[in-house]
T-cell receptor, first 114, second 115 residues
Framework: DAKTTQPNSMESNEEEPVHLPCNHS???????IHWYRQLPSQGPEYVIH???SNVNNRMASLAIAEDRKSSTLILHRATLRDAAVYYC???????????????FGQGTILTVHP | GAGVSQSPSNKVTEKGKDVELRCDPI?????LYWYRQSLGQGLEFLIY????????KSGLPSDRFSAERTGGSVSTLTIQRTQQEDSAVYLC?????????????FGEGSRLTVL
């Protein structure tokens, strides 16, 4: 799996936007960009994914650089509940449809201050 | 059930004992994954099932670890002769989407403590 690089930690204030960066300079054309987050004492939960175009859902937005070598997860208004470890993961689709594993890195620890 | 269910939620055992951890995936999900997470660390892939077969078991750390899945549903992860370094949270995930864009649904995990 291609490697991703994220800052170890970030801080934000409640109700402010948060931009979580991820570098993936060795991404291939068949790699999807996935984001998961893990709240304390819970299993990871899916946040969002994309390939080339920016994506929005009820949880967050994903901005993908034109060269796809980096992406940014955007939380529009951080809440205390958003304090978690955020993982940026590349998921290969090379070879056609297959389930394949997700390889998790260390992620970014997001702290949200009231 | 509504989500991935794992049991037990907590298990304390003595070094050298065998343990079994159970995962009940979301109904209809054909792919099932086991990960483990040591304290303060990221997730480490162990094994993945497609139906009852395991195309990728590359993450199992030693031959003390084994897993099976029956009926394309419930999976059991077995650790024989447990060691203190086996202490971790063992997470199970499932997905029913054939595409690699499909999201994984994780359980709450089984916390294993080996004394």
């Amino acid at each position: 799996d291609a490697k991703t690089t994220q800052p170890n930690s970030m801080e934000s204030n409640e109700e402010e936007p948060v931009h979580l960066p991820c570098n993936h300079s060795t991404i291939s054309g068949t790699d999807y960009i996935h984001w998961y987050r893990q709240l304390p004492s819970q299993g990871p939960e899916y946040v969002i994914h994309g390939l080339t175009s920016n994506v929005n859902n009820r949880m967050a937005s994903l901005a993908i650089a034109e060269d796809r070598k980096s992406s940014t997860l955007i939380l529009h208004r951080a809440t205390l509940r958003d304090a978690a470890v955020y993982y940026c993961i590349l998921r290969s689709t090379a070879g056609g449809t297959s389930y394949g594993k997700l390889t998790f890195g260390q992620g970014t620890i997001l702290t949200v201050h009231p | 059930g509504a989500g991935v269910s794992q049991s037990p939620s907590n298990k304390v055992t003595e070094k050298g004992k065998d343990v079994e951890l159970r995962c009940d995936p979301i109904s209809g999900h054909t792919a099932l994954y086991w990960y483990r997470q040591s304290l303060g660390q990221g997730l480490e892939f162990l094994i993945y099932f497609q139906g009852n077969s395991a195309p990728d078991k590359s993450g199992l750390p030693s031959d003390r670890f084994s897993a099976e899945r029956t009926g394309g549903s419930v999976s059991t992860l077995t650790i024989q002769r447990t060691q203190q370094e086996d202490s971790a949270v063992y997470l199970c995930a499932s997905t029913g989407r054939a595409s690699n864009t499909g999201e994984l649904f994780f359980g709450e995990g089984s916390r294993l403590t080996v004394l």
